[in-house]
């Protein structure tokens, strides 16, 4: 229990962890195997005491099953996993220490709020009068004061989950794992529950793995993001990184909106797709296929015009507006270059001249903003 | 994502877990086995076969026990007693149940569970307590009789049991709980706005419960009757008890033949004789379950 | 306006309830009979029945056996029911369908044909007029119900709400006593209950399968009203009549029997 204690106050204490320290939660080559299908293949991940990460993949990718892995509610086929230098891989799940946050709250609906707060310090022998206390405390946190003696069934979604939140944190658990939390939740509060849960870890640095398939929870959440697929990490880094330096076709073309276009690299700084020749860097390839990645929104549609003139741009493109989607904030239009089909977003707020579908026009895009994946394919 | 998950949990499962889910299984499967999957597997075999009189097994297989019963005139009798006796129980049945459900369904909700449970609750009393009772009240001395002959309606007392009026009587109070739930189940669908709407448009009460309400409740209807009719054809206490041993159906049959007689392969064919009518009620059953879809 | 319940149609509900409770309405008054035969109204009143009913010596000890029956029958059944109905909600395994059909399936065979199966298996067993062939027999029928209770208790327990018990530090022991008892508990205490009634109440199988060493207080009394029209059956019948309405009483107070029966 002391232990416990101890832990939690040293988390506490830890107010920002820099990015040297070393990893506190060190996944080393943990495999999931289900007879000859590999759910999770020889993953190894590192994450600094105090930092959200988010693991972001699709359906099936291996992210839910690396979570349940870490809780222990899965056993591992192979590998470590270490939380502060101990290898918790072979301990039982209730001996882990470790908060869990269901996607359907998982509350005990045969106990009150308190009550189901309350569970895991009587599990601890915690004495009665401070597990009062705790508590009262835990749902201040979760701004759900004098709701303990609720029943789960009477609250309404958003509420069940701070519920869960607090009833996971107030062990002050060594890491927080949370399940893709928010995905039951109405669009609304999911805003603001990111927002609260962000807050509430950062103030505890707790060190926490975020599941999700919302690239928008992982991007605006998370220190570090885990993009998996196959159950295999395809990139693991920061928000930007992973926007901007996506290490592989699938990151590029799973977060975040993405024009992929077959093409052939012409030299290091130079690819070619369609009829044109355009600028960008290569990563030092000097030929063979490539696929051609530009974010729609990096695309910048002017009225038509000779595109030799010089612009500060550098690649253009002529082409016709096929389609116009209006979505409020940004427009999406569907530009036929005549070899491709060119998405492009324009933020409505700008003041930038509206097209209308027929309209000829020039899009124009900066070399940095090509992302060449040599190989082509997917 | 948590759907592959649990697919996939349940892959491993068909590999990891059977031996556990087979230790788990065992007891329940000795039971089944012991008194159930033998016996009727010993039934239909002992119907085969062949038997001296006084009951005795020659050790030969014939189909004598079938062709004896289905050329009987009695037997034959038998057949027909059950199916008329089933057929107007059943729908005296549903007559009575009917009212209860929809009086169930319109009710504020604190009257309904009081009322469930009292419709309910006869199930959970033997059927041999509700049957003596049918005998206090409808036997010579009983109430009925004893009513009508001290307001001088009457000299002597009606005979109201140990015939096939007693029986009907005590058949339809034993399965009126049952037709009742199957029909509360199928009242789901009925939705006030519906009939409101039928009113908007002109129908009155009759029409409105002719062409919506009771339409819309048929898939119950046809649930509950089904089994009241299979319930009402294998029924033995009550026939046994307020027919007096003057009433004669398939399941009377059964039980004289099998502890009487000791005729066990002549009761075995009787059985399975009942059973392919249980079979032909569900098949035709799903005919019109389907109709409704 | 429209659904309501017209007065009429109250009156021809009342009726069809009176018509429904009237066969354990009347056996109260007739109890308190003291008349030698069945009359109604009855010429003299007292407990003489009662009394006799207390003194019948083979009334007495098949109500002994019959609670005992009932009594095995439960715990077997839920010792039985239980782990195979957790193995056919929470496992995935060939021929899980199957095996629920199975279990549940001797409730459609009509029980005068399952009695005699029964007879022509337990003869050649030497079961016959046994204490546990009695209790064999009133399993097959009561365990369906254990089954199908259970199976319904526990996919409305969904398995994260343990795993969350888990994770706050639960042993695997706490969680079946903290989280997983209490939520089956509705479902443990009807199946329980139901189980009990309808083995005690079992008559038409076991008219098969009793000898004259050994037989149950239903078979008794069936045998009783078949040959004599005394009285002292209706006694009888009050007091089963009220241990049954107190373990529904019971069971709808704690439990809700619409919820557990209904569902």
């Given amino acids: ?378 | ?293 | 306006m429209i659904g309501k319940i017209t007065i009429p149609f109250r009156i021809l509900v009342l009726c069809i309830y009176l018509f429904l409770l009237g066969p354990m309405l009347i056996v109260l008054p007739l109890s308190f009979s003291n008349d030698s035969y069945l009359t109604f109204p009855p010429q003299s009143w007292g407990v003489r029945w009662y009394t006799a009913m207390f003194g019948h010596q083979k009334l007495m000890e098949a109500f002994q056996i019959s609670l005992g029956i009932a009594s095995t029958v439960t715990v077997l059944g839920l010792a039985a029911g239980l782990p195979a109905a957790y193995a056919i909600r929470r496992y995935s395994f060939p021929g899980r369908d199957a095996a629920m059909s199975l279990f549940t399936a001797p409730l459609l065979l009509p029980s005068i044909v399952l009695g005699l199966a029964i007879l022509l298996v337990f003869v050649q067993a030497r079961l016959l007029g046994t204490f546990t062939g009695l209790v064999a027999a009133h399993l097959i029928v009561t365990t369906p119900y254990v089954i199908r209770i259970m199976t319904t208790a526990f996919s409305t327990l969904p398995p994260s709400v343990e795993e969350a018990a888990t994770m706050l530090g639960a042993s695997p022991f706490t969680v079946f006593r903290r989280i997983t008892l209490p939520l089956l508990m509705p479902g443990f205490v009807a199946s329980a209950a139901l189980s009990f009634l309808i083995s005690f109440d079992e008559v038409v199988i076991s008219l098969f399968i009793t000898g004259p060493r050994m037989t149950t207080l239903p078979v008794e009394i069936f045998d009783y009203v078949e040959s004599r029209t005394d009285p002292m059956t209706a006694s009888i019948s009050v007091c089963l009549i009220a241990a049954t309405l107190l373990i529904i009483f019971i069971i709808e107070r704690t439990l809700g029997l619409s919820k557990t029966i209904g569902k």
């Fill in chain 2, 1 to 293: 994502m948590n759907q592959t998950v649990d697919a996939l949990s349940q892959r491993a499962g068909q590999r990891r877990f059977p031996l556990i889910a087979l230790v788990l299984l065992v007891p329940m499967a000795i039971i089944n086995l012991v008194a159930f999957v033998l016996p009727v597997l010993r039934l239909g075999q002992i119907s085969f076969m062949e038997s001296r009189s006084g009951g005795v097994l020659t050790g030969n297989y014939s189909t004598e026990s079938y062709i004896g019963f289905l050329t009987d005139r009695f037997s034959l009798d038998l057949i027909g007693n059950s199916l008329f006796l089933s057929l107007s129980v059943t729908f005296i049945t549903l007559c009575c149940a009917y009212p209860i459900a929809l009086f169930l369904h319109r009710v504020s909700p604190r009257w309904r569970n009081v009322l469930f449970v009292v419709t309910v609750s006869p199930l959970l009393v033997s059927s041999v307590v509700r049957t003596y009772g049918w005998m206090v009240i409808l036997g010579e001395q009983g109430f009925v009789n004893g009513l009508l002959m001290s307001s001088g309606l009457i000299s002597s007392p009606l005979r109201l049991v140990n015939n096939w009026m007693g029986v009907t009587i005590g058949l339809v109070e034993v399965l009126i709980p049952y037709m009742a739930l199957s029909l509360i189940a199928g009242f789901g669908r009925l939705d006030v706005n519906l009939e409101e709407a039928a009113a908007s448009l002109g129908a009155n009460a009759w029409t409105r419960f002719r062409r919506v309400v009771f339409p819309l409740t048929l898939p119950g209807v046809a649930l509950g009757c089904l089994l009241c009719f299979v319930l009402s054809i294998s029924s033995f206490i009550t026939p046994k008890l307020l027919g007096g041993g003057r009433v004669f159906l398939l399941a009377t049959e059964i039980y004289d033949q099998a502890v009487i007689q000791l005729e066990w392969p002549k009761a075995a064919a009787t059985s399975v004789i009942v059973l392919v009518i249980f079979g032909l009620a569900l098949a035709f059953y799903s005919r019109v379950v389907r109709r409704f879809e």
């Fill in chain 1, 1 to 378: 229990m002391q232990m416990v204690e101890r832990r939690g106050a040293s988390a506490n204490g830890d107010a920002r962890p820099g990015d040297s320290e070393p990893a506190f939660l060190k996944l080393e080559g943990i495999t999931k195997q289900y007879g000859t299908y590999t759910a999770v293949d020889n993953l190894h991940l590192d994450l600094p005491r105090g930092k959200l990460l988010g693991l972001l993949g699709p359906s099936g990718c291996g992210k839910t099953t690396t979570l349940r892995m870490i809780a222990g509610l899965l056993s591992v086929s192979g590998g470590q996993i270490k939380v502060g230098g101990d290898d918790i891989a072979q301990k039982p799940p209730h001996k882990r220490d470790i908060g869990l946050v269901f996607q359907n709250y998982a509350l005990f609906p045969h106990m009150t709020v308190a009550e189901n707060v309350a569970f895991g310090l009587e599990m601890r022998g915690v004495a009665k009068s401070e597990i009062a206390t705790r508590v009262e405390e835990a749902l201040e946190m979760v701004r759900l004061p004098g709701y303990g003696t609720r029943k789960p069934k009477e609250m309404s979604g958003g509420q069940q989950q701070r519920v869960s939140l607090a009833r996971a944190l107030v062990i002050r658990p060594r890491i927080l794992l949370l399940d893709e939390p928010l995905s039951n939740l109405d669009a609304k509060l999911r805003d603001e529950m990111r927002v609260e849960i962000r807050e509430i870890q950062q103030r505890l640095s707790i060190t926490t793995v975020f599941v999700t398939h919302d690239q928008v929870e992982a991007l605006t959440m998370c220190d570090c993001v885990g993009v998996m697929s196959g159950g295999k990490l395809a990139q693991l880094g920061s928000p930007e990184d992973i926007y901007e330096r996506p290490a592989n076709l699938f990151v590029a073309d799973f977060v975040g909106r993405a024009n992929a276009l077959e093409g052939k690299i012409e030299d290091v700084d130079t690819v070619r797709f369609g009829d044109g020749v355009y600028k960008c860097d290569t990563h030092g390839a000097r030929n063979g296929k490539a696929t051609i990645v530009i974010r729609p929104h990096r695309v910048h549609v002017t009225p038509n015009r000779d595109r030799t003139l010089v612009s500060v741009m550098t690649n253009s493109v002529h082409g016709r507006v096929l389609r116009v989607t209006y979505i409020g904030d940004v427009v999406q239009y569907d530009i036929d270059t005549g070899t491709h089909v060119l998405k492009a977003e324009v933020h409505t707020a700008s003041g930038g001249h509206a097209f209308a579908a027929g309209e000829k026009v020039l899009c124009e895009w900066k070399p940095q903003d090509m992302l060449v994946f040599a190989g082509g394919g997917q």
